[in-house]
């Protein structure tokens, strides 16, 4: 488990979607957060205060953790006189970027000498089966969506919330760095050999009671180019009973894709259904989760409205509204 509190590394994130991670550090474990570290030119801003490596210190943090999540997962040049900063400051250095803290030896050097540990969240830590899609006890709830980015963790962890408070059988179930590093447990889904993906998440959502649910934490979108294979793995290992589709309303292509449009709502309820009905032919889509975030009130309303009256399906920003149609949905 990593040492708390944390200090959170925006590095030099050129937007707020970039922080990802260190966003929804944020959002669900406030009481872990001391502060930020932004680098210049850094377009992100979590409203934390921000901090040096002393003062953070002197505040407590016990980690830094690198915030950043940009395409391909690359730990910048620019960011390691930083991170060396606060490991010879004592402090632990956590990531869940593809490139390895422990792949950079003025790093290791600086964490050995002052006693520190560097984490690779996106490390794989134990070896996963193959999938044999074998029906399991208990139930299961995917978030899919229309891109990448779009809210399916925040859905996911939404829902545990409002489980819990209504005293159900819930466990969120990370598949990604961030998911990890908020809960401490999970498969770095993007990080598995292939042939091995479904089974890690046939492996993390075992055979459970007939009324617990597992709420998986989506990842991709089966429309991504680049990240159809991570999605496609936790539909098939995932095994969902039930689905709920995420969107944000506002983007004009794919992320990280120009040239690639979004899908209709309609064509990912679709092929998400015909895709999961391979290992479920039972699976339902039971709602719709909207990313509302760039939308002011009157907006945000207007646009679950028309989607809910369009798609005949409960239509909540669960972060903003709270979880609970999508809850009740839920057989």
């Keep these: 488990m990593l040492k708390t509190p944390y200090l959170l590394f925006l590095g030099d994130a050129p937007d707020a979607l970039t922080a990802k991670v260190a966003q929804g550090i944020k959002d669900w474990r406030p009481e872990f957060c001391v502060g930020q570290l932004r680098l210049e030119g850094c377009k992100a801003d979590l409203g934390l205060k921000d901090m040096t490596i002393a003062e953070a210190r002197e505040a407590g943090a016990q980690t830094l953790v690198v915030g950043a999540a940009n395409r391909g997962g690359v730990i910048s040049q620019s960011w390691v006189a930083t991170?060396?900063?606060a490991a010879e400051a004592g402090m632990d250095i956590a990531s869940g970027l593809h490139n390895r803290l422990t792949a950079q030896p003025a790093l290791v050097a600086a964490a050995e000498k002052a006693g520190t540990h560097l984490y690779d969240v996106r490390v794989p830590q134990e070896e996963y089966p193959i999938a044999d899609g074998k029906r399991r006890a208990g139930k299961r709830c995917l978030a899919v969506g229309?891109?990448?980015?779009?809210?399916?963790?925040?859905?996911?962890?939404?829902?545990?919330r409002e489980?819990?408070?209504?005293?159900m059988k819930a466990s969120f179930r990370a598949t990604g760095q961030t998911g990890i590093l908020i809960t401490g447990s999970g498969v770095p889904l993007d990080a598995v050999v292939a042939d091995f993906m479904a089974g890690s998440v046939e492996h993390i959502t075992p055979d459970n009671d007939a009324d617990h649910w597992d709420l998986i934490e989506g990842q991709g979108s089966l429309f991504h180019p680049s990240f159809s294979g991570v999605t496609m793995a936790l539909i098939h290992g995932g095994q969902p009973d039930a689905l709920v589709l995420c969107h944000e309303p506002t983007r004009t292509h794919m992320r990280g894709l120009p040239h690639y449009q979004l899908p209709t709502l309609e064509a990912l309820r679709d092929l998400s259904l015909e895709t999961a009905r391979v290992v479920n032919p039972d699976v339902k889509v039971v709602g719709i989760s909207v990313n509302t975030a760039a939308l002011n009130d009157a907006e945000a309303?207007?646009?679950?409205?028309?989607?809910?009256?369009?798609m005949g399906l409960p239509t909540i920003d669960p972060f903003r509204q709270g979880a609970g149609r999508l809850v009740d949905a839920l057989d």
């Design 163 to 167: 489980m819990h408070k209504r005293e």
């Design 83 to 85: 991170l060396v900063e």
């Design 301 to 310: 309303k207007a646009c679950l409205e028309e989607i809910e009256s369009r």
């Design 146 to 160: 229309t891109d990448c980015s779009v809210g399916k963790m925040y859905t996911a962890l939404a829902m545990e």
